[in-house]
């Protein structure tokens, strides 16, 4: 097999055309067909800025991409592929104007074969022997197929994820699966299967040679087979591993089975990477791996980044995993689809386990071809992943109670088709568990459930975290807890946070229930009445977390969600159309509550003091403050401005900052606060210089300006606000919204801050960065009440 990555010398058109035809007349008639085509790079996805688009619903419908290949398939009578890892969400493909394959689903991996279009294609003239290769995409909206609109989610357009030009033998290898059996850590049984790609039906003979390696690369087993071309997949190797390596988050040990296939129409070789593990959820207990327990410490991922949307680069999918693996976590739901096989490829590396779900989300259950794409995309995720030792649970769906796009909503139907979704899984392979989050009338049908539990933020106080969880423990046989956090606007922080512990009454419940996302209306709840602010979602997290060490029956949580991300029903947050509930920001930036995991979770020695992006802290002249420190120390040493406030010892149990925090008089101006702690024999420190200040002051009345060039050329614009004395209003949450005229251009729709022109002010300030483009601009801030300001950015002379 031969196999290259097709990302260069793509054109790409937003919008619909009549059919394949108009892709390519222009080429033979020239003239005023032209459409306003322009090159891009794979992945792409067009709606890359428009998801955050404070002012204009994201755009759904086709987009087009084109450009012309030089094929060179090397094998006599080879076929020629085209293997996409994921587009979405309906893509067809044309060779010219043949349609050569379709798909539906945004988040599988599919092929088309080429093969008899490309030769057809290599005949015309004004191609001079390259062939014509175009790609429509559509992401229109569609009840009938999954996932629903009504997601927390957008349904990106594109082809988001890599595509592969693809040469192999007329009779291939289509896909390998090794099934490691533990028998404990004593033995394990391997079985190797394989399934060809053999489209004209040849019935040669073929010979297999297959070869296991172990974690540090020696030769374990080989094995020669021949026989028949066969259909289906088939069982060609068995190899029994005596007191195997085993694979864990501490020591991801991954062996490798290579496959050989040698036919009269030439070799393929295909590798495979697995892992020997064995997992249980203990009935009404923990979760145990390799027969010991081990506390699943997770977050979420969605398929989402700043500037290009789920269009990840591998190299940003392998920062993006590396810093939850440097934050503590062995565990991550994949919400709320199949992802990318470079992320399961990373789990499998970085020793992360991981739940992988259909996208069957809200909404509630269609006809037969809604039902027929969940099947398709089950029996996809399962026999694309399935050889990833990182996978424990197979997701059936999330929020399956939650009805809007039917008329009708029969409760029997869906458990009945949860119930063959169920079995389904456990057929194809009947060594993981299936799962779901929120359903509880499906409850009882899967092996491992969560239920809605979000105290302190969509209902209920933080202090009730332990007690619903624990109810839901003892109403399921394996319970885990998916979701559960609070959103927060970066560099947002408080004085004092509100909990709501004055005004939300206990014992109310602690899951969410439809609508408690939005803004309005409703019972009194922190996610509408709080502050969204790094303070509180620090405050939550050390209170969970400081929970969890000790609750020896709980198998595991995730919070949602580890970045940032768009959504299309969250108009009205502090950055419109984005849910903020991220330990950091869309393009990676860390928030204060990163190292609050990292107290927690991780053994290398770090320390590290709250506060870092809070520029000012205010209160009365010689008010006692509290100064938190967040390690995994044992004891640390604090200083103010030169002089030791103390050492204190770490207790995960003292809440908060496991008692690593300090109560000081701040000096009015400038303060220098610097932590030193010790871990077995290694010193870390940290640093922060903040203003203090105490003098008062009124409503916000007017803005102001400031710009600095910033050392990569670009412009930061920052808007403050200041009552009517002029004294500045540390505490301030007006929205404000950037405007630009001139050469320059604001870098907007990023969905951080920085990167949004319509952003709630975060302690009286925020800013956006400007690319002068070597010329001058003119930069406004409007908020209402507060009048518009104007500042000149000049490119060519800061």
Request: net charge negative.
């Amino acid at each position: 097999m031969i196999k290259q990555r097709l990302n260069d010398g793509w054109e790409h058109f937003k919008g619909s055309l009549g059919g394949p035809w108009e892709v390519w007349r222009q080429d033979k008639l020239q003239n005023h067909y032209n459409v306003p085509w322009h090159e891009v790079t794979l992945p792409h996805t067009y709606n890359a800025l428009d998801v955050l688009d404070p002012d204009t619903p994201y755009y759904q419908g086709q987009g087009w991409y084109r450009t012309k290949l030089d094929v060179n398939n090397p094998y006599p009578g080879g076929r020629t592929l085209l293997h996409f890892e994921g587009a979405g969400q309906r893509t067809d493909v044309y060779v010219y104007t043949q349609k050569a394959g379709s798909h539906l689903g945004g988040y599988d991996e599919f092929t088309v074969d080429i093969t008899e279009a490309v030769e057809k294609a290599k005949k015309i003239d004004r191609y001079h022997g390259l062939v014509p290769v175009a790609i429509g995409s559509d992401n229109s909206r569609e009840l009938e197929t999954i996932p629903s609109d009504a997601s927390d989610f957008n349904l990106y357009g594109g082809v988001y994820r890599y595509v592969n030009l693809v040469y192999v033998p007329a009779v291939s290898l289509e896909r390998v699966h090794v099934e490691a059996q533990a028998e404990g850590a004593e033995r394990c049984s391997v079985k190797v299967r394989a399934q060809l790609y053999n489209p004209q039906a040849y019935l040669d003979h073929v010979t297999l040679t297959i070869t296991l390696q172990g974690p540090d690369g020696s030769v374990l087993g080989t094995y020669e087979t021949k026989q028949m071309a066969w259909n289906g997949m088939k069982e060609i190797a068995v190899h029994d591993i005596a007191a195997p390596k085993l694979w864990s988050p501490a020591d991801p040990a991954l062996y490798k089975c290579t496959v050989r296939l040698s036919s009269p129409y030439g070799e393929t070789e295909q590798q495979e990477r697995f892992g020997v593990r064995f997992f249980e959820f203990v009935t009404n207990g923990p979760f145990k791996l390799n027969g010991e327990r081990l506390l699943l410490r997770g977050t979420h991922r969605h398929e989402d980044h700043a500037g290009v949307g789920p269009a990840m680069t591998e190299e940003m999918m392998r920062t993006e995993m590396q810093l939850m693996k440097d934050m503590g976590v062995n565990f991550i739901r994949l919400g709320h689809y199949q992802q990318s096989r470079i992320i399961l490829d990373l789990c499998d590396e970085l020793g992360i386990l991981v739940w992988e779900e259909i996208p069957w989300c809200r909404g509630g259950l269609g006809g037969e071809q809604y039902k027929q794409q969940c099947r398709d995309m089950l029996a996809a995720m399962i026999e694309q992943h399935y050889n990833h030792p990182s996978v424990i649970l197979w997701g059936l769906g999330n929020e399956n109670d939650w009805e809007c796009d039917f008329d009708y909503f029969e409760i029997d139907q869906i458990r009945a088709f949860m119930k063959e979704l169920h079995d389904m899984s456990h057929r194809l392979d009947p060594s993981r568990l299936t799962s779901i989050r929120r359903c509880e009338f499906c409850k009882d049908i899967i092996d491992v459930y969560s239920p809605s539990i979000w105290a302190g933020w969509y209902r209920g106080v933080y202090t009730e975290y332990e007690t619903y969880s624990r109810e839901a423990f003892e109403n399921v046989h394996s319970f885990f807890h998916m979701e559960w956090g609070a959103d927060n606007l970066a560099t947002r922080h408080v004085e004092k946070t509100f909990t709501g512990f004055e005004f939300i009454a206990k014992g109310q419940g602690a899951d969410e229930r439809d609508g408690d996302y939005l803004l309005t209306g409703g019972e009194p709840r922190v996610s509408k009445d709080g502050d969204w602010s790094e303070t509180y979602f620090c405050e939550m997290i050390d209170w969970y977390l400081k929970c969890q060490e000790k609750m020896d029956w709980l198998t595991g949580t995730a919070q949602w969600a580890f970045k940032d991300f768009a959504t299309p029903v969250r108009p009205d947050s502090p950055i419109p159309y984005l849910n903020m509930k991220g330990i950091i920001e869309r393009d990676f930036t860390k928030k204060d509550a990163y190292y609050v995991y990292q107290s927690y979770w991780t053994d290398k020695p770090m320390a590290r003091i709250y506060g870092h992006t809070m520029p000012v802290r205010w209160g009365a002249p010689g008010e006692l403050k509290i100064i938190k420190v967040y390690s995994n120390c044992p004891s640390a040493e604090l200083f103010l401005n030169g002089v030791s406030v103390g050492v204190k010892q770490r207790d995960s149990q003292n809440f908060p900052a496991a008692g690593l925090r300090w109560e000081a008089a701040l000096q009015p101006g400038e303060n220098q606060v610097r932590v030193v702690a010790v871990k077995d024999g290694v010193t870390v420190e940290d640093e922060i210089r903040f203003v203090y200040q105490t003098e008062s002051w009124g409503e916000p009345a007017q803005l102001k300006l400031t710009v600095e060039r910033q050392t990569d050329g670009l412009m930061y614009v920052e808007a403050k606000a200041y009552d009517a004395n002029g004294v500045f209003c540390p505490d301030a949450r007006n929205f404000i919204r950037f405007g630009l005229a001139g050469d320059g251009k604001l870098l907007e729709h990023l969905g951080t801050v920085g990167g949004s022109r319509v952003i709630e002010l975060a302690n009286g300030r925020v800013g956006i960065y400007v690319d002068p483009a070597g010329g001058a601009s003119v930069v406004s801030a409007v908020s209402e009440g507060l009048g518009t300001v104007f500042i000149e950015v000049n490119g060519s002379s800061y």
